[in-house]
């Protein structure tokens, strides 16, 4: 069965830091560029980050660029998202995809088919 399965969320305070974890079963997730959307409740949901397949080229939505770091680690068929300098408008839930290609401004994914979605991780930024 391929999936994808996101971690790593909680509650952090404002100016933390938290590692979001997607990890593939069932399939090569370096076959795939992958991406992290995130949606709080009453918004549409947002790209944010984004990392191509094979150069690992990476891409950042204007509201996360210099503090969120996207990365693979093929070895482990996960790829990461290091969150630093969290603020309350962070706080949503996290989802990442694997799909064909990234696609940037704003960032969102595309591919031959609808790829693959995580369930999600609640992340709370708060005093």
């Known amino acids: 069965q391929r999936q994808l399965v996101e971690s790593g969320g909680g509650l952090v305070q404002p100016g933390g830091s938290l590692r979001l974890s997607c990890a593939a079963s069932?399939?090569?997730?370096?076959?795939?560029?992958v991406g992290w959307f995130r949606q709080a409740p009453g918004k549409p949901r947002e790209g944010i980050s984004c990392?191509?397949?094979?150069?690992?080229?990476?891409f950042y939505g204007d509201s996360v660029e210099g503090r969120f770091t996207i990365s693979r680690d093929n070895a482990k068929n996960t790829v990461y998202l290091q969150m630093n300098n969290l603020n309350p408008e962070d706080a949503a839930v996290y989802y990442c995809?694997?799909?064909?290609?990234?696609?940037?401004?704003?960032?969102?994914?595309?591919?031959?088919?609808?790829?693959?979605w995580g369930q999600g991780t609640q992340v709370t930024v708060s005093s």
């Open positions: 995809r694997a799909a064909d290609f990234c696609v940037v401004g704003p960032i969102t994914m595309t591919g031959s088919n609808s790829g693959y």
């Open positions: 069932g399939f090569t997730l370096d076959d795939y560029a």
């Open positions: 990392i191509r397949s094979g150069d690992g080229r990476t």
